[in-house]
């Protein structure tokens, strides 16, 4: 079985978009922490306002989400690849007896 789970590329390609969804998970809190805490840190009296939004606010959750949110639908249609859930002797024309 595990030989089988190894050589199989469906299994590949499933860690390979857990992997890139990772990394976009953390560029995601690094980019939220920088400027939550970066500039949400300062005096109040020193924020600047975009679209009536503290600034802090605006870049990290606003600005953030829209970012995130192509950069996750751009990984989707780039590395994401549809792949049989099935079992591998059906998935290959097989009968599905085992």
């Known amino acids: 079985m ?25 560029l995601n809190v690094v980019w939220w922490y920088g400027f939550a805490y970066g500039l949400g840190s300062r005096p109040v009296e020193t924020y600047g306002y975009v679209l009536g939004l503290p600034d802090w606010f605006f870049y990290s959750c606003v ?19 549809d792949i049989p859930l099935d079992d591998t002797h059906t998935a290959e024309g097989g009968d599905g007896e085992q």
């Open 2 to 26: 595990k030989g089988k789970v190894q050589g199989d590329y469906r299994f590949r390609q499933c860690g390979k978009e857990a992997l890139i969804m990772l990394a976009l998970f953390v």
């Open 63 to 81: 600005l953030g989400y829209l970012v995130f949110s192509v950069l996750a639908w751009l990984a989707v249609r780039v590395f994401f690849r």
